[in-house]
Each structure stands twice: as structure tokens, then as C-alpha cells.
């Protein structure tokens, strides 16, 4: 089975090819050049893989949360080429392509994104009994101040909102991370090991139906709220 994953919801633009189950990836942190490197880079992966884009079975996609822009441009590459190749989709949570970068250490992962304007995109998840990592409770957009870590010890913590705002979070802990890194990022070889599950439980969406999941629908601070946030 060859399938064909996007992630550019953050600073990290990466694409993977997952073929029968071997993963084939590119992956590059490149603020502002996603929409530069993406294709590019899918190319790459198909012809180190010696497949082509006829021989694709499904497109999976980062669907967010994450950067409006990124999350926007991922949706709309794997939309595009799943209709041109008549090919399902299989949305992905970004968050749950993160929480797949910690260790599989038998802690709860907590999943956590910069979203800026004072706030994380943020999601629970452990590993399932395949290694995988599947979601407890609901994804959320919001500020550190307001998280609520008290439903396990021992966290695993990855991802940007980590570097931002560890001092909080780590306040919002009842003991210590058993790990923690805020210098990583989702990526599609992860998007693309979940997806292939997905498929495998016949999970998979017409391309129209694979749309974004932003969790707030508000881009920027207004010119009093940046006033407001410099005062503060």
C-alpha cells in the first residue's frame, strides 16, 4: 500500500510516503517557504521510492491545529491531488503527529503548540497496544494558565508551546515531565504511520470533505489587544 502524507501546520514543512509500510520522508523547518519546498519535496520522496503518483492507494494530511496558513496549504495540496487521482483522504490530527515524537516510555504524552497570541494548541495521548499514540479528552486552543495536567503524573511533553511556556505548564503539573522537548515539531512520516491504520480500519474521506481543524478562527490581535499585551 503507498500513501502519501503532508504536515506543514507549524514551522515544519514535511512530506512522507509510506510503502508497504516503509517510510520514505523529507522534512525541513522553513518558516514562510512551505508553499516553496511542499510539492518539491513530494516528488523527491516518490522518485527515491520508484513510485508514482498513479500508484498511490490514499493522501493523508496534518489537518491542524495549527498555523492558519500551513494547515490551509496542506489541506488544499492533498485535496487537489486526491481529485486528480480520484483518491480518499485521511485527515490527521497534527497534534497526534507530535504526541508520536515522544518517548514510548509508558507516560502519558501531553501535546503541546505555540499558537501564539498568548495561547497553545494542546492534546493528551498515549500509545496504543500497536505503539501508536491515541487521543483521552479533547483537543484544546487556549492560555497555559488554563491547563489542566492533573489528570496524570509524569507527563511526556513535546512541542513549541513547551519552549514558550514551560515554566507554566510545568506549574500546572503534579510532578515533574518525564520528559520534555519544545524543539520538535509534528511531521508527516508520523501523520503518515497514523494514516495507515486509519486506512486499515477503512477510515477515508472524499477530498472535499477533509477540511482543516483550526480551534479558533481568529488570526491576529487587534492594534488595542497588542497594545493591551505590551502594557501587561
Known amino acids: 500500500m503507498n500513501l502519501l502524507a503532508f504536515?506543514?501546520?507549524?514551522?515544519?514543512?514535511s512530506v512522507a510516503l509510506s510503502r508497504n509500510g516503509e517510510i520514505?520522508?523529507?522534512?525541513?523547518i522553513a518558516p514562510r517557504r512551505h508553499a516553496e519546498l511542499l510539492l518539491p519535496m513530494c516528488d523527491e520522496v516518490l522518485v527515491e521510492a520508484g513510485v508514482s503518483r498513479r500508484q498511490l492507494d490514499a493522501i493523508a494530511v496534518g489537518r491542524g491545529p495549527g498555523a492558519f496558513t500551513g494547515v490551509r496549504l496542506a489541506i488544499s495540496a492533498a485535496q487537489g491531488m486526491a481529485l486528480a487521482l480520484d483518491l480518499p483522504v485521511i485527515p490527521i490530527s497534527s497534534l497526534a503527529a507530535l504526541a508520536m515524537?515522544?518517548?514510548a516510555n509508558g507516560r502519558p504524552i501531553f501535546a503541546i503548540i505555540d499558537a501564539r497570541m498568548g495561547?497553545?494548541?494542546?492534546?493528551a495521548f498515549r500509545r496504543a497496544v500497536d505503539g501508536l499514540v491515541e487521543p483521552f479528552g479533547s483537543e484544546s486552543v487556549g492560555s497555559a494558565e488554563a491547563l489542566d495536567l492533573s489528570t496524570a503524573a509524569e507527563w511526556n511533553v513535546v512541542g513549541t508551546g513547551w519552549e514558550t511556556y514551560s515554566a507554566i505548564v510545568r506549574n500546572r503539573m503534579l510532578s515533574e515531565?518525564?520528559?520534555a522537548n519544545g524543539l520538535c515539531y509534528p511531521q508527516a512520516a508520523a501523520v503518515a504511520r497514523l494514516a495507515v491504520r486509519e486506512h486499515?480500519?477503512?477510515?477515508?474521506?472524499?477530498?472535499?470533505?477533509?477540511?482543516?481543524v483550526y480551534l479558533r478562527d481568529k488570526v491576529a490581535l487587534t492594534s488595542k489587544?497588542?497594545?493591551?499585551a505590551r502594557q501587561a
Open 7 to 13: 504536515e506543514t501546520s507549524t514551522e515544519c514543512c
Open 225 to 228: 489587544e497588542q497594545a493591551q
Open 200 to 212: 486499515a480500519a477503512g477510515v477515508g474521506l472524499a477530498p472535499e470533505l477533509a477540511l482543516p
Open 101 to 103: 515524537e515522544a518517548p
Open 24 to 28: 520514505i520522508a523529507r522534512s525541513e
Open 119 to 123: 495561547e497553545v494548541y494542546a492534546g
Open 177 to 179: 515531565p518525564a520528559s
